[in-house]
């Protein structure tokens, strides 16, 4: 199956794109390219092959999660320009109306 450039207008819709007729001949060429590569995987022989989740033979590769004790209220606010109370006082940025 080939991709026209009737396919890449109708895409270019779809996406709500617009390309000039330079860029829909190279969209078409590389579209056809990528068939051209996905047919070529097509025809490898992969029986008897387990598909792949990950490339990895790694499970976990992060640390394990450790409770620690999180940071006082009192050493959050110590360089904090402006505090009220026990928060961080900052410029409003939000208007009402």
Known sequence: MA???QDVD???VLARLAFTDAEKEKLTDEMNSVLGYMEKLNSLDTTGIEP???MNDRT???RPDEIIP???N???LRNAP???DRFFKVPKVI???
Do not use: M, P, R
């Open 3 to 5: 991709v026209t450039k």
């Open 95 to 97: 208007e009402q109306k």
């Open 52 to 54: 792949l989740s990950n």
């Open 60 to 62: 976990n590769v992060f």
């Open 70 to 72: 999180s940071i006082s």
């Open 74 to 76: 009192s050493d959050a």
């Open 82 to 84: 402006d505090k009220q």
């Open 10 to 12: 109708y895409i270019a």
